[in-house]
């Protein structure tokens, strides 16, 4: 049996700036592994070259990474992101998980809340759903707008949504521009694989608590999310702050690609750890000698 094919992440990566049918992409490909213990092993190196990645990041202190994870539920985000950043240091990444805006937070505007979230230079930052549900959910049920105090010629203009998406992929460039590096992972799950999996969250006992009675609710409007994800991702998605479209009926498969994403993200940037100056050395190697000799 021949191996699977390497990963390219260029095929998983929405090319923005024209309409977008998700139907024409698919939910699932070829596995990148050949056995539970091949995926295993995969995994393992990619968070392994995470981790190092992750360490010169954080060294080199001039760039941040932000990860941004959008998708129906069930579709596997919470696992991705445990599996595939399994390997970094917790002292250099931090994950938030946004959910119904408090009222502090819909005093300002719908960026704010994640915005004071961004990670610092060197450290990697994820957003389990984002800023992207201002444009997502807000869309498919408008009624949650009215508890946003938006002015009311902001709520009438006709280009209300086009406006949202020209705010996110601009507040995006700004942040491109002063270091941040942002990968946006749309997970995108089939109808009936998402039906298997609440199922399944019904007949295991030890999984009821993840069922949720509103993900039926929400499962009800899947081509208005389909659509709406259509057009975010056709209107923000650029080449410095890329969606990719990730396969996700097959779990495994999804973390791999997720993990090779990362990992060639961090790689294209010009990282190197903080060089030693001559008189530096030749201190640390004095302190060293008194070291060695007990004198210190």
């Known amino acids: 049996m021949s191996k699977p094919e390497p990963i390219d992440i260029a095929d998983f990566r929405i090319r923005g700036g024209k309409k977008l049918d998700l139907a024409d992409w698919p939910t699932q490909v070829a596995p990148f592994y050949d056995s539970k213990s091949d995926y295993k092993d995969m995994l393992e190196a990619g968070t392994k070259r995470l981790s190092e990645l992750q360490e010169m990041l954080y060294a080199h202190d001039r760039y941040s990474l932000l990860v941004i994870f959008q998708a129906m539920d069930a579709a596997g985000k919470d696992g991705a992101i445990r599996h595939v950043m399994s390997g970094v240091n917790p002292q250099g990444c931090q994950v938030f998980s946004f959910k119904h805006p408090s009222a502090t937070e819909l005093d300002h505007d719908f960026l704010w809340r994640t915005h004071v979230a961004l990670p610092e230079r060197g450290r990697i930052g994820i957003f389990n759903r984002s800023y992207y549900e201002e444009v997502l959910i807000v869309r498919v049920l408008p009624e949650i707008l009215k508890a946003q105090k938006l002015p009311d010629e902001t709520l009438a203009a006709k280009d209300f949504w086009s406006e949202r998406l020209r705010s996110i992929a601009d507040a995006e460039a700004h942040l491109h521009r002063n270091g941040t590096r942002i990968v946006k992972i749309f997970l995108h799950l089939s109808k009936d694989e998402q039906r298997d999996r609440l199922i399944a969250r019904i007949d295991e006992e030890d999984k009821n608590w993840k069922f949720d009675e509103g993900d039926i609710e929400q499962r009800q409007h899947w081509d208005k999310y389909m659509a709406a994800y259509a057009d975010c991702l056709a209107a923000t998605s650029t080449p410095e702050c890329p969606w990719y479209a990730v396969p ?49």
């Open 248 to 296: 996700a009926d097959d779990k495994k498969n999804a973390r791999l690609i997720i993990s090779q994403i990362l990992v060639d993200t961090l790689a294209t940037l010009d990282m190197h750890y903080p060089e030693t100056s001559p008189a530096r050395r030749e201190k640390l190697l004095e302190i060293r000698r008194q070291l060695a000799a007990g004198e210190v």
